[in-house]
């Protein structure tokens, strides 16, 4: 019998990784991948819950499965955040669905499948990590957990209760991971974790910067990454790391949501504007080229014409490369829901496109500043919109379409004489 399956990925990078550990799970397992959910016998949906109308959107692609089960033997498994947060009450509304699992429990998937399990949201204390079953889709960069869950609660967000408490890797096995990434011709390594620098290893006390240290060390390792950190979580050790580790991507995602001190209380971030700014600028001290990015959150409830002006006055000054904004949205069982309601909509969406338009003046600039530069450049691939060119990325993670020879071994790093700033990415040609 044929077992084929079709996996879809709403999210962020862990839920990405996730997938592929599903995925690897199902093939050592002998099932096939198909990329047309009418060829499946297992359907799998892996979920984002973190903002906008995200359950809505689960039971509505679920109207549509239905039909298709209709048709024929089909099992649909409900995953990721969603899963976790609606639970059994998924299987209540869509009756057809086989089984809800939290990612707490990708780990699982064996133990769910074999036993016909429903429900499946428990945080087990053993989160399995199975580094041999993790179907890598990028031929050359690997993602790697290091910790699970977060306590900030920040009262806007759903993932304390999607991903759990706190729960960090042992030090030694995260090592090993890397390197048999790196064996399997991965250069580049990305670390995850919600809050990925309040890493602390759980033996022996080792911090993020003393795992960004040894990872950065394994012979392999061109360039390593790493996402989410928190603000308040930024310390010297992780700083010196970054510093002293060349093959450490100049790059950091530091998400600030908000610029006025008033609302970021409110929001329970652990910081104030001016804390922020000394964090970033400790950071610029000792690595002045440092590409910085954030997320902010627009409209939370309260949010005044004043404090949404700290926000922009806040961009300008941190001068961000790369910035993701949101309108807030209110999720299920957040501690913000009782802070008050949303912003009018239509307010909301006017501050958003201010927002916007200061920040693309911003980024246009800081593209347009490396024009007649040569950088070098990790080669990952063939460019999407134009099968002619190559593509990669800068040290600084700026994506760079260019010319050159197609049979570079992917994962090279190559010079690249930046001709142009387009949009959102640069162009240019190989040198030698
Ligand atoms: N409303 C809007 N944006 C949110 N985010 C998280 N929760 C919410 C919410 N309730 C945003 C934050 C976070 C990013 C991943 O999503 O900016 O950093």
């Not at 790391?241 to 949501?257: G, T």
């Not at 693309?360 to 024009?371: A, F, P, Q, V």
């Not at 060119?389 to 071994?409: K, Q």
Request: charged content about 30%; proline content about 4%; overall charge negative.
């Amino acid at each position: 019998m044929s077992k084929n399956y079709y996996i879809e990925t709403w999210g962020c990078q862990m839920n990405e990784l996730d997938s592929e550990r599903l995925s690897g799970n199902l093939k050592l397992r002998g099932y096939q991948r198909v990329e047309d959910e009418s060829q499946a016998d297992l359907i799998l949906l892996n979920t984002c819950s973190v903002r906008d109308k995200a359950e809505q959107k689960v039971y509505s692609r679920l109207g549509r499965l239905r039909e298709l089960k209709k048709e024929k033997e089909l099992k649909i498994g409900v995953c990721g955040c969603v899963a976790q947060q609606e639970g059994e009450q998924i299987l209540e509304r869509a009756p057809w669905v086989d089984f809800v699992m939290g990612p707490g429990n990708v780990g699982h998937l064996d133990a769910v499948l074999e036993h016909g399990t429903r429900v499946a949201i428990e945080f087990p204390e053993d989160r399995n990590y199975d580094i041999v079953a993790v179907d890598r889709t990028s031929a050359t960069k690997a993602w790697v957990t290091i910790i699970e869950g977060c306590n900030k609660n920040c009262t806007f967000c759903i993932v304390p209760t999607t991903r759990g408490r706190e729960q960090s890797r042992e030090f030694e096995s995260v090592l090993d991971e890397v390197r048999a990434a790196v064996a399997t011709g991965r250069v580049e390594i990305e670390l995850l974790g919600q809050t990925v620098n309040a890493y602390r290893c759980p033996k022996s006390g080792r911090d993020f910067g003393a795992l960004l240290s040894a990872v950065a060390e394994i012979p392999g390792v061109v360039r390593l990454r790493f996402t989410t950190s928190h603000p308040a979580e930024v310390n010297e050790s992780m700083i010196v790391a970054m510093r002293d580790h060349e093959n450490i991507s100049r790059y950091l995602h530091l998400p600030v949501q908000s610029g006025s001190s008033r609302i970021l209380r409110r929001m329970k971030r652990l910081y104030t504007r001016e804390k922020y700014l000394e964090t970033i600028a400790r950071i610029r001290e000792a690595i002045p080229e440092i590409h910085f990015s954030t997320d902010i959150i627009v409209g939370f409830p309260g949010e005044t014409e004043e404090e949404f002006q700290e926000t922009l006055s806040l961009i300008e000054e941190v001068r961000y490369g790369s910035l993701f904004a949101f309108k807030y949205s209110p999720r299920p069982g957040t501690p913000s829901l009782r802070i008050g309601e949303p912003l009018d909509d239509e307010i909301a969406s006017e501050r958003l496109q201010r927002l916007f338009d200061l920040h693309e003046r911003m980024k246009k600039e800081k593209l347009e500043s490396y024009r007649g530069r040569v950088v070098p450049v990790l080669y990952e691939g063939p460019s999407r919109n134009d099968p002619a060119m190559l593509s990669g990325r800068t040290d600084d993670y700026w994506v760079v379409n260019f010319h050159g020879d197609p049979a570079t071994p992917l994962g090279s790093i190559l010079g690249v004489r930046i001709d142009s700033a387009q949009h959102h990415t640069l162009r240019g040609e190989a040198v030698a």
